[in-house]
């Protein structure tokens, strides 16, 4: 199982979101893939939790905080959401897009990790996983 961050600046919509992920998890008897939790990085930052998940998802108005806490955390992959995805995606396209970032960054060692043309989260234009968008343009 996936053990999956998503942080936020005060933790106010990341908290929400992972509330939300969560509950479709059980809805759709995901549990045995993935458990999403929220901390907040402006107040205290990530630090203590960080090894005890598998990939960090930031929030998209965090991507100017993705490099520094890549170099600060580098044995954990980072992700920005990207924008047009934060609270639209489903729990399954998180689980696929965390998937997918934490394969890609073992592959690659890039982190933060993005997906060949997502470097910067606002002009990602999907609205699925990438794995599906990717599947869709096949």
């Known amino acids: 199982m996936l053990k999956i961050m998503v942080t936020c600046g005060g933790g106010f919509s990341s908290s929400a979101l992972v509330t939300h992920l969560n509950k479709e998890t059980e809805e759709k008897n995901l549990t045995d893939r993935a458990h999403f939790q929220y901390c907040p990085y402006d107040f205290g930052g990530i630090g203590g939790d960080v090894g005890s998940v598998d990939i960090v998802m930031l929030c998209p108005h965090l991507a100017h905080q993705s490099k520094e806490l890549a170099k600060k955390y580098p044995n954990t ?62």
């Open 77 to 138: 992959p980072f992700y920005v959401i990207p924008t047009r995805l934060y609270g639209l995606m489903a729990a399954e396209e998180f689980i696929e897009d965390a998937e997918d970032a934490i394969a890609g960054w073992k592959e690659t060692g890039m982190n933060p990790f993005y997906f060949e043309g997502e470097q910067v989260a606002i002009k990602v234009m999907r609205t699925v996983s990438h794995r599906k968008w990717l599947a869709k343009k096949k």
